[in-house]
């Protein structure tokens, strides 16, 4: 099987455009082991549309399917242009998610894809949108959660897939998020199991954020929880219209003047194309 590694600021996913159904959840699951597969955050596929220019679909490290991935869309229209599905000169690109049609300008340097934009569509602040088993459908806002010994107060989002959101005082790195994560992923509060982030804002268009994602675990970056972090530190007030986000891989630009779109800009690297010798 032919595949192509891509990443965002380290978020990484193996790339496919197939002609044939296949068990992509089980296919995950394999490609992205760093042992004995590829080894990724999950699996990509770049597919028609009669909607959009073209359609993804991405699925996680353990087989879950995810409604939209802010690093992948990036990676998988600089992969679409290269592979010639869609034409070489586009400078705009729909893409059909479950998260709905998501619009990307593309950048270019020497005439090759590095960069894009991305219109990330409204965030949601109501729970049900989640969803997530809380009372009332306005603002989530220091909404108490205990677990490992860790007390927290989330902030929900949605742009498209759950987020829940804890502020600090301190640097995001001595954060015990390997022991944390996992628990408030698969809460109760939770009924679609959520991300979750844990961010420092350094100062009104500054943030530092870690991520753990809802089925793959901690990853350098996460363009749709970069986008949620974008909308809650502005809905609260403490950062303006134009922030920069800095992951462990590197930062993202996201831009919201607290109505529309969010916009997200960040870079889309080819690393490799390979021949993958899988079982039958």
Not at 40 to 62: C, H, K, Q
Not at 107 to 134: I, N, Q, Y
Not at 149 to 171: E, M, R
């Amino acid at each position: 099987m032919r595949v192509t590694k891509m990443h965002g600021l380290g978020n990484d996913y193996v790339y496919l455009a197939p002609s044939a159904e296949r068990d992509w959840p089980a296919l995950a699951r394999r490609v992205s082991d760093r042992h004995f597969g590829v080894g990724s955050d999950g699996l990509i596929l770049a597919l028609p549309s009669t909607v959009a220019d073209m359609r993804m679909r991405m699925f996680n490290a353990d087989g879950s399917e995810a409604e939209m991935c802010g690093n992948g869309i990036r990676c998988v229209v600089k992969f679409a242009i290269e592979e010639g599905l869609v034409p070489a000169g586009t400078e705009t690109v729909t893409v059909e998610t479950l998260a709905g049609v998501k619009t990307l300008q593309v950048f270019r340097e020497h005439g090759v894809v590095v960069a894009a934009r991305v219109d990330m569509g409204p965030p949601s602040f109501d729970p049900t949108a989640l969803p997530a088993s809380v009372e009332g459908s306005g603002p989530v806002v220091d909404l108490p959660l205990s677990v490992g010994g860790v007390d927290l107060k989330l902030t929900l989002v949605s742009v498209g897939n759950p987020h829940a959101i804890h502020y600090l005082d301190s640097d995001p790195d001595a954060f015990p998020l390997a022991l944390v994560g996992p628990l408030v992923e698969n809460h109760a509060l939770f009924p679609r199991r959520t991300n979750f982030q844990v961010v420092q804002v350094l100062d009104p268009g500054h943030v530092k954020h870690r991520v753990w994602e809802r089925g793959s675990g901690i990853t350098l970056a996460s363009g749709t929880s970069a986008t949620a972090v974008a909308a809650a530190s502005r809905l609260r007030g403490f950062t303006g219209d134009r922030l920069v986000d800095s992951l462990p891989g590197g930062d993202l630009v996201l831009e919201w003047d607290g109505k529309g779109s969010v916009f997200m800009t960040g870079p889309a690297t080819r690393v490799f194309d390979a021949e993958w010798h899988t079982e039958p």
